[in-house]
Each structure stands twice: as C-alpha cells, then as structure tokens.
C-alpha cells in the first residue's frame, strides 16, 4: 500500500510555471506507475501525465502537450508535474495517483490507479 500527499499548488498569473510534487510513502516506489489527473469544477477527471515505474517511458495529454513534463526521482519517492506557459483553463483540483504495476506501458485512465492522493488546487488566473 502506498500513500501519496501532492504540493506545490497555488495561485499563478496566466504564462507562468510552477511545480507539482507528490510524495508516496513506501518502499517500494520504484514498483507503481505513477499519473497526474485534474478535475475542474463541474468537470470530469481528466488525465494529465503518466510515467512507468522505471521513468523511461512517459505520456501527456494533448492539451497540456509541449507544456507539461513529468518526471519522477525514485531514490525520493517523489514524482513531479513541471507546468510551463500555464493557462487559464488548466485551472483545476491536480491529483497523484499510483498503481503497483512494472509494465513499461504508461497509464492514462483513473480506473487504472488503484491509489490517489487528495489533490493540490493550481488556480491560473487571466
């Protein structure tokens, strides 16, 4: 079982960066593919970035594409969500989730995350 708390959210002007991380407790990090979602109010969650659990493979959505980069520092526990160029619409409630899988296959669906963290608000204002 591995438990995840995310941070780094805020609030930030429309163009500019910051980073998400979340931590996962454990010892077995290394094992879990690791994926970011949001949920924007009155919205469903959405995918966002996915990594296996070996950091060689790595996917994003196309909205956040060219902008969006995740990474993950297994000595650390932690995996990490870099936004850059950031917009109003990525607004939204950004969770981590986890699932014990060593497939080199990245992950994009909730369903596919048997753990998720409590989410972290990343407000993008205009």
């Known amino acids: 079982q591995v438990q995840l708390v995310e941070s780094g959210g805020g609030l930030v002007q429309a163009g500019g960066s910051l980073r998400l991380s979340c931590a996962a407790s454990?010892?077995?990090?290394?094992?879990?593919?690791m994926g970011w979602f949001r949920q924007a109010p009155g919205k469903e969650r959405e995918f966002v970035a996915a990594?296996?659990?070996?950091?060689?493979?790595?996917t994003t959505a196309d909205s956040v594409k060219g902008r969006f980069a995740i990474s993950r520092d297994n000595a650390k526990n932690t995996v990490y969500l870099q936004m850059n160029s950031l917009k109003p619409e990525d607004t939204a409630v950004y969770y981590c989730?986890?699932?014990?899988?060593?497939?080199?296959?990245?992950?994009?669906?909730?369903?596919?995350?048997?753990?998720w963290g409590q989410g972290t608000q990343l407000t993008v204002s205009s």
């Open positions: 989730a986890a699932d014990q899988n060593r497939s080199p296959v990245v992950r994009m669906r909730p369903y596919q995350y048997e753990y």
């Open positions: 454990g010892r077995t990090f290394s094992s879990y593919a």
């Open positions: 990594i296996n659990w070996s950091g060689d493979s790595t």
